[in-house]
T-cell receptor
Framework: AQSVTQLGSHVSVSEGALVLLRCNYS??????LFWYVQYPNQGLQLLLK??????LVKGINGFEAEFKKSETSFHLTKPSAHMSDAAEYFC???????????FGKGNQVVVIP | KAGVTQTPRYLIKTRGQQVTLSCSPI?????VSWYQQTPGQGLQFLFE???????NKGNFPGRFSGRQFSNSRSEMNVSTLELGDSALYLC?????????????FGPGTRLLVL
């Protein structure tokens, strides 16, 4: 079985401050990992993904994430938060032989001016 | 390329009715997956279709079914609707069947069951 843990359903961050969203996965084999963002009344948009190439993955809108196998983590960061980053963020995992995405519970990010 | 489109965007039904949701994938994509999103359960996988065949199914009752047509468009059907079926239903498409491939999501169909 595979699962994803995202701690802290709501995350508040000041504009210009570091955004850090934590994601830990459990998987018996190396997984593929994804971060998606969802704006109100919209579907999910891919921010970045890890597919066993580079462990540091850069995505859109200034986000990046680092795959750490020893910690089974794939935390998402952005150096400086912008008001437009207010949204819900989901970490997801899939692995070879299983075509479904398993999602974490999500982090609702609020950016404080 | 146009993105994934879903129709209708909003739907209100009453308990006991059935509903059909439609999804048109990105041109050239052969795989379509469906997910249910609710505040309590989050995002849950329903099923995946590839070249008109169901390849994977989530842990949902048989009231939830789907199909895929030769042009890769997909429909999902929910029969005998229950209040708990109120949710945002998301469709996602990808080119083939690789797990590393990005799934591109549509805007969803918001279903309200009264």
């Amino acid at each position: 079985a595979q699962s994803v843990t995202q701690l802290g359903s709501h995350v508040s961050v000041s504009e210009g401050a570091l955004v850090l969203l934590r994601c830990n996965y459990s998987s018996s084999v190396p997984p593929y990992l994804f971060w998606y963002v969802q704006y109100p009344n919209q579907g999910l948009q891919l921010l970045l993904k890890y597919t066993s190439a580079a462990t540091l993955v850069k995505g859109i809108n200034g986000f990046e994430a680092e795959f750490k196998k020893s910690e089974t983590s794939f935390h998402l960061t952005k150096p400086s938060a912008h008001m437009s980053d207010a949204a819900e963020y989901f970490c997801a995992v899939s692995r070879y032989g299983n075509n479904r995405l398993a999602f974490g519970k999500g982090n609702q990010v609020v950016v404080i001016p | 390329k146009a993105g994934v489109t879903q129709t209708p965007r909003y739907l209100i039904k009453t308990r006991g009715q059935q509903v059909t949701l439609s999804c048109s994938p990105i041109s050239g994509h052969r795989s379509v997956s469906w997910y249910q999103q609710t505040p309590g359960q989050g995002l849950q996988f329903l099923f995946e279709y590839f070249s008109e065949t169901q390849r994977n199914k989530g842990n949902f009752p048989g009231r939830f079914s789907g199909r895929q047509f030769s042009n890769s468009r997909s429909e999902m059907n929910v029969s005998t609707l229950e209040l708990g079926d109120s949710a945002l239903y998301l469709c996602a498409s990808r080119p083939g069947s690789g797990n590393q491939e990005t799934q591109y999501f549509g805007p969803g169909t918001r279903l309200l069951v009264l």
